[in-house]
């Protein structure tokens, strides 16, 4: 028997938010975000573990989203790096990289206004993407470069002040590369950890958004929509007590969400009450200790 909707959890606990009818809130952020993207500035998204920037990238760059705000399909073209791959290569193969992902993301770009012979492979990546760049600004095309943990990829040992360097003057060379970066910390406090990029101009061309937490009022209507949307009741003291247990924070908000679900339909889903917070609270516990790693 297939599966409905009401069948299936509406939390997302583990993995980055990838559909946009799924993503909640952040409509002030977005729209910053959006604004000057579309006017060429380079943004850096910061905020602490787990609050949602992975998936915060994901819905900026999709494309309903994007025309929403402004964007053209065949004027505007979102990359996603996912730094983590570049800890350990030399700068060569992380420029390489990029260069790879710039060509698959032509290779399936619906509303591409070039030919299909453009991205073919040339030896040297820097070389490629100047090249390339050149064809985006006579095309009058922008390219949004997403790169997602970038602390990750500036704690990678092998990278020198010369690879910030190239990567800032190919976004100088015709203005038609704009970067959309992630970090935990800013990007000013990361220079200060790390002394080998300590004063680069790169980090002068971003403009710094903090994704924040939820609030008190956001994450309880996030709750009750997310219930609403399966079918599942619980009493309002539940609720308060689920925001209590997250502590508004959209990782953990999404998690004692789940237990909470889970407590419904072991319940045989009948309305989750008072009684059952202490399960949920249990449950929520147990799942921060298997995420940590402290099974004691």
């Given amino acids: 028997m297939a599966s409905t909707a009401k ?26 975000v959006l604004v000057r993207l579309r006017k060429g500035q380079s943004v850096s998204v910061v905020g602490k573990k787990k609050i ?15 025309v929403r705000h402004g964007f053209v399909p065949q004027k505007h073209l979102f990359c996603y790096v996912g730094c983590e791959h570049l800890t350990d290569l030399g700068e060569d193969d992380c420029l390489a990289y990029i260069r790879g992902v710039v060509v698959e993301a032509l290779s399936t770009w619906e509303a591409s206004p070039f030919p299909s012979h453009v991205g073919a492979a040339c030896p040297d990546a820097y070389l490629w993407l100047d090249q390339m760049l050149s064809l985006f600004d006579r095309a009058g095309v922008q390219l949004i470069v997403q790169l997602d943990d970038f602390d990750w990829l500036m704690s990678n040992e092998r990278l020198s002040l010369r690879f910030l360097d190239n990567m800032r003057a190919l976004s100088e060379i015709l203005d038609t590369l704009t970067y959309l970066t992630t970090s935990r910390i800013p990007l000013v ?12 101009p790169f980090f002068d061309i971003f403009w710094e958004y903090q994704l924040p937490s939820f609030g008190s009022a956001e994450a309880r209507s996030f709750l009750a929509k997310r219930l609403e949307a399966v079918g599942a009741a619980c009493e309002d003291g539940v609720l308060e007590f689920v925001c209590g247990l997250s502590q508004d924070e959209p990782h953990r908000l999404q998690l004692a969400g789940t237990c909470m679900y889970k407590v419904w339909c072991e319940k045989g889903r009948r309305p989750v009450c ?21 099974l004691t």
């Fill in 274 to 294: 008072d009684a059952d917070c202490g399960e949920i609270e249990a449950r929520f516990k147990c799942e921060l200790q298997l995420e940590s790693g402290d």
């Fill in 7 to 32: 069948d299936q959890n509406p939390f997302h606990a583990q993995d980055p938010i990838l559909c946009r009818d799924d993503f909640f809130n952040r409509d002030a952020g977005v729209r910053s």
């Fill in 189 to 200: 406090d990361l220079q200060g950890e790390i002394p080998y990029i300590s004063g680069s």
């Fill in 52 to 66: 949602g920037k992975t998936s915060f990238l994901h819905y900026v760059s999709d494309p309903q989203v994007a």
